[in-house]
């Protein structure tokens, strides 16, 4: 079994995270320039849930890519990971198709 380096799931998996929190960001930040200063109205509840619901798909999606990879050979969804120590951090999946262990450079503890 040869042992590769991901070359995107780390980034891709920050980048993804990013850019549900500045939906999140966007949202709270729009009910709180455009709402009428009473705490009951609409737009509050609107941005309140929107907040709510990109601030969750931001975890969600950092949660799932803890535990799935995607193969950058084949292109099939890897949820096999490896056995490693508990000092050794990155996650590492493997790709039975490619016969490749892939280094996630996803840190996250256990």
């Known amino acids: 079994m040869i042992h590769k380096s991901h070359p995107t799931h780390a980034r891709t998996t920050r980048r993804l995270a990013a850019v549900f929190m500045l939906f999140a960001a966007i949202s709270w930040l729009f009910g709180f320039f455009f709402s009428d200063g009473n705490g009951e109205s609409t737009q509050s509840l609107i941005q309140v849930s929107l907040f709510m ?3 969750i798909l931001a975890l969600f999606t950092l949660i ?3 535990y799935v990879c995607k193969c950058p050979d084949c292109g099939r969804w890897l949820t096999k990971q490896e056995k490693v120590d508990v000092d050794e ?6 790709c039975q198709h490619c016969a490749v ?9 256990y």
């Open 64 to 66: 799932v890519r803890a």
């Open 53 to 55: 619901f990109f601030g």
């Open 89 to 94: 951090f990155p996650r590492r999946f493997i």
């Open 101 to 109: 262990t892939w280094d996630s450079k996803v840190k996250v503890g």
